[in-house]
């Protein structure tokens, strides 16, 4: 050490260890994204028991622990992110816009944990809900290079397919067998979750069986039709980027047929959950996919003030539908549609009688 505060090397020894801990970059960021993925694959395919609502029950204690410990490694990774930024100096940040949408809901998991009359079981569900959205930010933040993009592209599809073999499964032959096994005998079915019959849990289990709901492995419909609008947007990008290679002759067309065919399957495993939202949601997405691309290729020199327009006015849009909504809710006691609308028309005036 010299009388500069230097090593041999010239540098200072603050310097060597920053850059040690950059050299394990790529390596750690690679670890890190292999973890996200093993999660990810764990959790889209592991069945939840339907009576998730309680602790009480040893499949929903199994579900609780099994949740807790995936959106913890989920956390601890994102966290060890962070630090890694702030220790070496690169405080970076890759804006997804998924953090406006975070923000509000960190703001009302704390107002409705400080106004749970069960704490424990509020933190819990904030943390197995806002873990996966951490884990989607870290993957945003690593992914550094086209071929880690196709990477999670390729998993996100081959999952989608399993999910929608799964709903095909379901539609098509378990739905049937589980209703005529639990008219056989009921006890085979409510015994293993501990449902007591004649209970309010008793009358659930009935609704969620005979409604014949396709959710692949996940709770409900809508929750399988939310995780197929993921993977089908996956699927979207890989055929665009499989059809521009095909293009410049870099590809063979099987290759975009295979592709085809795998989001075709995603996109039709989504129709089988027969979820009106998450359908209605996918055509919404595919519309302003679509308009984004038209703006993109016809006015590239215009496309920021374009979009300074048509953002404010999405938004406006947006708010008025949901004023639209509210006023028609307080005026009839429910919204329009369905049995489902009027069941989440119960669930805002509870909601906000509550608070």
């Known amino acids: ?5 230097r090593n041999k090397t010239g540098c200072r020894p603050e310097a060597v260890d920053r850059r040690g801990l950059s050299s394990l970059q790529p390596t750690a960021y690679s670890l890190l994204l292999i973890l996200c993925l093993c999660i990810l694959a764990l ?59 975070l923000a509000l809901f960190v703001v009302a998991a704390i107002l409705s944990s400080v106004g749970a009359s069960d704490k424990r079981a509020a933190i819990n569900h904030v943390t197995i809900l ?34 929608a073999y799964q709903c095909a499964e379901q539609f098509f032959l378990s739905n049937a067998i589980t209703i005529e096994q639990y008219e056989k005998d009921p006890n085979m079915l409510l015994g293993p979750l501990g449902i007591e019959p004649g209970t309010f849990q008793h009358f659930l289990f009935e609704h969620r069986l005979y409604s014949r709901g396709i959710r692949g492995f996940f709770t409900t419909s809508n929750s399988a ?10 699927g979207i990008a890989l055929l665009a980027g499989k059809i521009r290679a095909f293009r410049n002759k870099k590809t063979e067309g099987r290759y975009v047929a295979f592709t085809l065919l795998a989001a075709v399957t995603i996109i039709a495993g989504l129709f089988l959950t027969q979820s009106k939202g998450g359908i209605v949601a996918f055509v919404a997405g595919l519309g302003v996919c679509g308009l984004l691309t038209a703006i993109d290729l016809r006015f590239p020199t215009q496309k920021r003030r374009i979009l300074t327009i048509l953002v404010p006015l999405a938004f406006l849009v947006v708010v008025a539908a949901g004023c639209a909504a509210t006023l028609y809710g307080l005026q009839h006691g429910r919204l329009p549609g369905g049995n489902s609308m009027l069941v989440r028309w119960q669930y805002w005036m509870a909601s906000a009688q509550m608070y």
Not at 1 to 5: D, S, V
Not at 137 to 159: G, T
Not at 225 to 234: G, K, L, Q, V
């Open 225 to 234: 039709a939310s995780f197929a609008i993921c993977a089908a947007f996956a």
């Open 130 to 163: 806002l873990s996966p959205v951490l884990g989607a930010l870290l993957v945003a933040q690593i992914i550094d290079s086209p071929e880690k993009i196709r990477l999670v592209l390729v998993v996100l599809v081959a999952l989608g397919i399993v999910s």
């Open 1 to 5: 050490m010299t009388a500069h505060g």
């Open 43 to 101: 959790r889209v395919t592991y069945t939840e028991a339907p009576t998730a609502q309680t602790t009480t029950f040893m499949g929903s204690l199994t579900d609780t622990i099994y949740s807790l410990t995936l959106s913890g490694l989920l956390l601890f990774a994102f966290v060890g992110w962070l630090l890694h930024r702030f220790i070496t100096g690169r405080l970076t940040y890759r804006f997804t816009g998924m953090e406006i949408g």
